[in-house]
């Protein structure tokens, strides 16, 4: 036993400046060869656990520990950094917070550089392991060009290019559109297959078991609730916190009361359209391919509205031109009438409320509270509208109790709700969320999207995804990108009905998309699956 690649036992955790335990007597071990699930809500307590097994704890995050961890029979306590850094390997959930080099290359042969190996192995390294992503085309880009994406594949081929023999990933998937998220699970079980034990923190539990983990465990507020296989799992989870396969799903909510959903009603209004595209095109400079080409659409009020594509496609390019913070190489936008070279950002945001895909671009403020104070407080809202938006914004993202945290200290998944209600404070017309279910749970996606949809205050809403079941349940309307051209432009039933046009996007059918179609005759519409359970009952 003492040669497993990982035994931890009885391990508990306290952050220093937290009352609860994050991690509550935690015990397995882990074998050559293994891929281990690890599946739980926001702050369950998995990401702790990952930095208790890389030394980030207690390295960089402070507290009290106790409990063991050993790594092929030595305590972690009796290893450095660097000892550890060589036999654990980590992709984090925010590629913006692992990416140092100005170029692909450079970035994924950084580690090896610091492993102090010779120039004549590096490269073939970096590029076998950029090669088993399949981005080898990336190898000169600077990283600051490419997509949230893109960077998640560079930090993982990173990690990949130092031979790891213990593998943690923590939400590898948040920012990778289904195709690559496929194909980087396939990388995850032939690294397997040869020998590394790998852990998989990741909320796209259904994306996990399509390559059969050995092992998996699931999280409750700290605790170890199941460790097991995978079939075991679909018995014990509380379906409507982690998402399982939709026949799964409408097998155990037939046994519950049928669920009550409202429907999605923003308000329409025949007016101008509140935003239009007309023939955009982008490039990033002269000398480099257009990223955007031949843009033509409109937003109007009571649009819901699902952008999907495959990374690197335009898709957040072409939403950054809706607020203006990018401007057209040709053609136009306008916002509301109003041309966007004409206007700043400042005053397109009285519009357009945006969220970026990576927290760490937008969150700087030293508690929760002042963070959501600071965008109504520009925009000339009174106190009293200040505090009433923050209380409204903190209520529908169930962040009440982190309100005096600062929002850097949080995990990533908290973070993406602090961003997403730093926005909802400051009741733009047109709410744009880039990735807003990365790193969510099922439970508090599905909330905080219910609870937008059904507030006052936006006539629209835009959300670029690559969780089909997101445009599936919520959108009224989908855009298609594939290359910087917009190839569909209509319901979800129209545009998701096509899987030859899905799959040549890199966007494949999910199990929920897969009975909608199936009893679309019958439903008139797409429906969550626990609420298909009760109308086929």
């Not at 031949?294 to 009020?301: C, D, K, P, T, Y």
């Not at 938006?389 to 995990?411: F, G």
């Not at 908290?414 to 749970?441: F, H, N, V």
Request: net charge negative.
């Amino acid at each position: 036993m003492t040669d497993l690649p990982l035994i931890v036992e009885n391990l508990s955790f306290k952050y220093r400046r937290r009352s609860e335990l994050a991690l509550d007597g935690v015990s397995f071990s882990l074998q050559p060869g293994q891929v281990m699930l690890i599946a739980g809500s926001s702050g369950c307590g998995k990401t702790t656990l990952m930095r208790c097994i890389n030394g980030l704890i207690p390295n960089t995050y402070t507290g009290e520990m106790s409990g063991s961890i050993r790594m092929f029979g030595k305590s972690i306590t009796e290893m450095e950094m660097a000892e550890i850094s060589q036999t654990v390997g980590t992709v984090l959930q925010d590629p913006e917070r692992q990416i140092l080099g100005s170029y692909v290359l450079n970035e994924v042969a950084f580690g090896l550089e610091s492993l102090g190996i010779s120039r004549e192995e590096i490269v073939p390294r970096a590029e076998k392991a950029l090669q088993r992503l399949n981005i080898l085309y990336l190898r000169d880009r600077e990283t600051f060009g490419t997509s949230g994406g893109e960077k998640q594949k560079i930090a993982l081929a990173g990690v990949l290019a130092m031979e790891p023999r213990i593998l943690l990933l923590d939400e590898p998937l948040a920012s990778l559109d289904p195709a690559s998220a496929h194909e980087a699970l396939d990388a995850f079980r032939q690294l397997a297959d040869e020998g590394i034990a790998v852990m998989i923190v990741e909320h796209r539990v259904e994306d996990v078991l399509s390559i059969h983990p050995e092992l998996v465990m699931y999280m409750d507020e700290g605790k170890c609730a199941y460790l097991g296989d995978s079939k075991g799992l679909m018995d014990v989870v509380d379906y409507h916190r982690i998402k399982l396969p939709a026949t799964v799903v409408m097998e155990r909510a037939r046994k519950d009361p049928a669920p009550v959903f409202n429907p999605v009603v923003l308000p329409k209004e025949d007016k101008t359209p509140l935003i239009q595209f007309e023939d955009v095109h982008f490039s990033y400079n002269e000398d480099s391919p257009e990223v955007l080409k031949g843009i033509n659409f409109e937003v109007h009020s009571g649009d819901v509205i699902a952008v999907l594509g495959h990374n690197g496609s335009g898709k957040t390019t072409m939403v950054k031109h809706a607020l203006g913070l990018l401007k057209p190489t040709r053609g136009r936008v306008l916002i509301e009438g109003l041309d966007t070279r004409k206007t700043t950002v400042a005053q397109s945001a009285h519009t357009v409320g945006y969220v970026f895909q990576s927290p760490s671009q937008m969150l700087f403020a030293p508690t929760v509270k002042q963070e959501l104070a600071f965008g109504p407080t520009n925009l000339g809202y009174s106190p009293e509208e200040i505090q009433k938006n923050i209380d409204w914004a903190i209520e529908t993202v169930n962040l009440k109790s982190e309100l005096d945290m600062p929002p850097l200290a949080l995990s990533f998944g908290q973070q993406k709700r602090i961003s997403i209600a730093a926005i909802l404070a400051m009741r733009s017309r047109i709410l744009m969320m880039d990735e807003p279910t990365a790193g969510q749970d099922y439970w508090n996606y599905q909330a905080f999207m219910d609870a937008i949809l059904q507030m006052p205050g936006f006539d629209s809403i835009i959300f670029i995804t690559h969780d089909v079941d997101l445009a599936v349940i919520y959108a009224t309307r989908i855009l298609l990108v594939y290359g910087g051209e917009l190839v569909a432009d209509g319901t979800p039933q129209e545009v998701l009905k096509d899987e030859k046009l899905l799959r040549s996007c890199r966007v494949l059918p999910t199990s929920l998309l897969k009975l909608n179609m199936e009893y679309l005759p019958r439903t008139g519409k797409f429906y969550r699956a626990e609420t298909l359970a009760h109308l086929q009952s």
